[in-house]
Nanobody
Framework: QVQLVESGGGLVQAGGTLRLSCVAS????????MGWYRQAPGKQRELVAR???????NYADSVKGRFTISRDNAKNTVYLQMNSLNPDDTAVYYC????????WGQGTQVTVSS
């Protein structure tokens, strides 16, 4: 069983930065492909970025060049560095396993003001 706890969300002005963290319990973390997802009000949850066990990354077009996903397997942690934020990035951000969504965190709110 894996439990995921996100942190780092908040309110930021357009153009600002935030760094999200997701700490996992359980040794299975290092074997999981991990993703950051987000869900804006009235929209479906979408995959923002994912990272393999070895560190290969993939990004949604909407965040490419602005967001960076990374992981530290020794700390059981996955990060999402978000730069050049804009109001369209406002959402609840979740970390979770990919492609099977067996594990989810509780989410952290990111609000970007214009």
């Amino acid at each position: 069983q894996v439990q995921l706890v996100e942190s780092g969300g908040g309110l930021v002005q357009a153009g600002g930065t935030l760094r999200l963290s997701c700490v996992a319990s359980g040794s299975i973390f290092r074997f999981l492909v991990m993703g950051w997802y987000r869900q804006a009000p009235g929209k479906q949850r979408e995959l923002v970025a994912r990272i393999t066990v070895s560190g290969s990354t993939n990004y949604a077009d909407s965040v490419k060049g602005r967001f960076t996903i990374s992981r530290d397997n020794a700390k059981n942690t996955v990060y999402l560095q978000m730069n050049s934020l804009n109001p369209d990035d406002t959402a609840v951000y979740y970390c979770g396993s990919w492609p099977r969504n067996d594990y989810w965190g509780q989410g952290t709110q990111v609000t970007v003001s214009s």
